[in-house]
C-alpha cells in the first residue's frame, strides 16, 4: 500500500499534515537508508480512533530511486490515553495548589521541587521560579531556630 493511500484511507485530518510533511522528506532525501517515526491518530472501519507510532524507512539505489520501502505502526492508544489521564489529573492538582492560600511544594524523590505555589511570593517574597531555579533557597532563608 502507498503511503499517500495509507494517509488518505486510514490517518486523521488533524495528522494528515504530519504524515505528508514526512513522506515528503522521504520522496526528496538523499540518503539511501531515511527513516522517520512519527505519531498519528488513525482512523478505524467502525469510525473510531487509535493512536499510533508510525515508522517507515525507504531505500534508494544510487540513482536516488526509491527499491524498497519498510513500515511498522505500533497500537500506542493505551499510554496516550494515560498521558492524557496523567495531564488532567496534573492539570486539576495544579489549579487547586495555584489557589490555595497555603504555601504548596510538591518534591521529587531525590529532594528537588516539582512544584511551588504562587503562595509562597506572599510569604517569603521569592516567586516560585526562585524556588525552582535554586533548590537549596528554602534551606537558606529559613530561620536557624
Not at 486539576?92 to 518534591?107: K, V
Amino acid at each position: 500500500m502507498s503511503g499517500q493511500r495509507f494517509a488518505q484511507e486510514f490517518v486523521s485530518p488533524e495528522e494528515g499534515a504530519i504524515v505528508g510533511k514526512a513522506t515528503q522528506q522521504a520522496i526528496e532525501t538523499t540518503d539511501p537508508n531515511f527513516q522517520v517515526q512519527i505519531e498519528a491518530r488513525i482512523l478505524r472501519k467502525n469510525g473510531g480512533v487509535r493512536w499510533v507510532t508510525v515508522w517507515f524507512r525507504i531505500e534508494k539505489d544510487a540513482q536516488d530511486r526509491t527499491i524498497k520501502r519498510h513500515g511498522v505502526n505500533q497500537d500506542i492508544t493505551e499510554r496516550k490515553q494515560a498521558e492524557e489521564t496523567l495531564q488532567k489529573s496534573e492539570e486539576n492538582f495544579r489549579a487547586i495548589a495555584d489557589f490555595t492560600y497555603g504555601w504548596e511544594t510538591w518534591l521529587s524523590p531525590e529532594g528537588k521541587f516539582l512544584y511551588v505555589s504562587p503562595a509562597c511570593e506572599r510569604v517569603s517574597e521569592y516567586s516560585p521560579g526562585a524556588f525552582l531555579e535554586n533548590p537549596h533557597l528554602f534551606a537558606e532563608i529559613a530561620h536557624p531556630d
